[in-house]
């Protein structure tokens, strides 16, 4: 019997949703003051202090109407964080509306989900004249939703371990990186602060090298950073990295993708001194071994067809865009036309795979994330000795992350059924654009861009794409940014409401 | 933790992190110049 939720538990929901909208809502002040001060531009500025009002206004109302001292368990909290991602997207799209670059709403809305989701498709319409504070906000996006918004809240609103502990889950994370959930969430931001004032200044100052005058390399290199180390992908010119015409400039942006893939827990270890973490760690092991394997087959693609006829430029574009999708970034070096007309079909297969498979989990990288993908390895090893050796045999299989465990058949499971629920989403996201008429292998990859929070485009996501397309990707960066289980924890609870006694 | 030590162990930390990541362009820069041998 399905039990109808209590209206003790829809108060709980509406409070922690409202400190969430007002945690957005005082973000919005941000490039509302960078606006006003440093950008000097009061039109644009006075967008966000619209928004911000409105979002305050609303994150208030509904923490006062449903305030409540009641800890947040497990199944509300994932509601609490599948609406939380939908009142952002709405909330955040208002500025960009306002700013007069997007052609609708929902476009806006589409940017804003894959801001806050990290996957960096975009639908803006005349980038290169954008203002600052908008352009600052896009990349603003990322930075806070590649963290978590969640752990915005539980940074600084949330009073409560258990409720919060349960918001942090709920976001796709699984890992605590010390016992204390405020104390984690406070250690991810400071590892993305200490990134990010590092970051700034070697973007900034290789910018300077390259010609940019410095105000605009630093403000790139803070944008650049922002979008790169959360694995986003957005720029601030359209041409995205290929505006730079620099490897010096493209070589860090590689450097920090492939840091900002790396799972929160692993930076812990390392920081704390424990330096053999790197080479040990299951995810570190994988993540090399799946990026040689891609590696031999885009570069075989690309040599069958002669696209590229010297090595540098073969590692300027067919490496930087593996290696970006691989990541989940989708920062690109070629137009996104190129996909389609040089690239072929085996260098696109390879790209794909990459993207699928993704980053580290526990980060601000999407896809099937590399920990599932070494544990599917060892029990598919487990499994084969299983059937070679003497039946009496008691066959067990180790793998390190953090510290040495075994696989164990439960955890097999829980890893497959996400890996599963990964491959659905790509699947409906490739079926939903075939059936608009898009070839199968360029829907294919533009879904599985959007489901696994890339943002590498082979040039179907545009202003001019149907609108029910716009909506199956908003939906595909929403469900996988949160690994699937808060979303049907959504649709759980309705139907509960609903159906249930 | 004194601050110093912490400081010291984080830029070790960094410094490791970015070891990795050049073992991987490394390996990505080898690749793209040894493909142009192969037919």
Known sequence: MILKPQINDIKNIGYYLGRIILGIGLTMFLPFIMGIILFREVNPALDFLISANIAIFIGVTLSWLCKTNKELHAGPAMVVIALSWLAAMALSAIPLSLSGHYKSFLDACFETMSGFTTTGLTLVQDLDHLSQSHNLWRHLGPFLGGQGIAIIAISFLVKGTSGSLNLYLGEGRDEKLVPNIIHTARFIWAISIVYLILGTILLGLVGISIGLKPQSAFFHGTCIFMAGFDTAGFSPQSPNILYYHSLIYEIVIIFFMVIGSFNFNLHYQIWRGNFKEIWKNIETRTLLFVIMIVILITMVGLRQLGVYSDGIILFRKGFFQLISGQTTTGYMTIYAQQFIKEWGELALIGIIISMALGGCACSTAGGIKMLRVGIICKAFRQDVKRIILSPSAIVVQKFHHIRTMFIEDAQVRAVLIVTIGYFFLYGLGTLIGVWLGYPFLEALFESTSAAANVGLSCGITDTSMPAILKITYIIEMWAGRLELMSVFALFGFFVAYLKGK | ?39
């Open chain 2, 1 to 39: 933790m004194k601050k110093i030590t912490i400081f010291y162990t984080v830029t070790l930390g960094i410094f490791w992190e970015a070891v990795y990541v050049m073992v991987i362009i490394g390996v990505g820069l080898v690749s793209a110049l040894a493909i142009q041998y192969i037919r």
